[in-house]
């Protein structure tokens, strides 16, 4: 059984950087991926970014170049590294993972926002201006 814990969510002002941790605990089977999404109310849930068991990283498209998904050497538990924030990030952060889920699994789970796998309870980001 995996478990996923969220930090590092607050409130900060535009320009400034935030670094989200999933703490990761439990086992997986196979293959698996560990992924960042995000939810504003009233907006479709949006995929941020996904690391696969191999490394393999995806972000979304229109946030290369400020996000960025990393882990420690052999660890499991990624951090989601924000910067140049904006208004427009502002929203509740959830990390996800799925076991028996390779790298094509992976990215494509991070596009369609799918709500399958174990969920984190999410930490919350506010931007203001």
């Known amino acids: 059984q995996v478990r996923l814990v969220e930090s590092g969510g607050g409130s900060v002002q535009t320009g400034d950087s935030l670094r989200l941790t999933c703490r990761v605990s439990?086992?997986?089977?196979?293959?698996?991926?560990v992924a960042w999404f995000r939810q504003v109310p009233g907006k479709e849930r949006e995929g941020v970014g996904s690391?696969?068991?191999?490394?393999?990283?995806s972000i979304a498209e229109q946030l290369q170049g400020r996000f960025t998904i990393s882990r420690g050497r052999g660890q499991v538990s990624p951090w989601l590294q924000m910067n140049n924030l904006s208004p427009g990030d502002s929203g509740m952060y959830y990390c996800?993972?799925?076991?028996?889920?390779?790298?094509?699994?992976?990215?494509?789970?991070?596009?369609?926002?799918?709500?399958?796998?174990?969920w984190g309870q999410g930490t919350q980001v506010t931007v203001s201006s």
């Open positions: 996800a993972a799925r076991s028996y889920c390779d790298s094509d699994c992976c990215s494509t789970w991070r596009r369609t926002s799918a709500r399958t796998g174990t």
């Open positions: 439990g086992s997986f089977y196979g293959p698996y991926c």
């Open positions: 690391i696969g068991h191999k490394g393999d990283i």
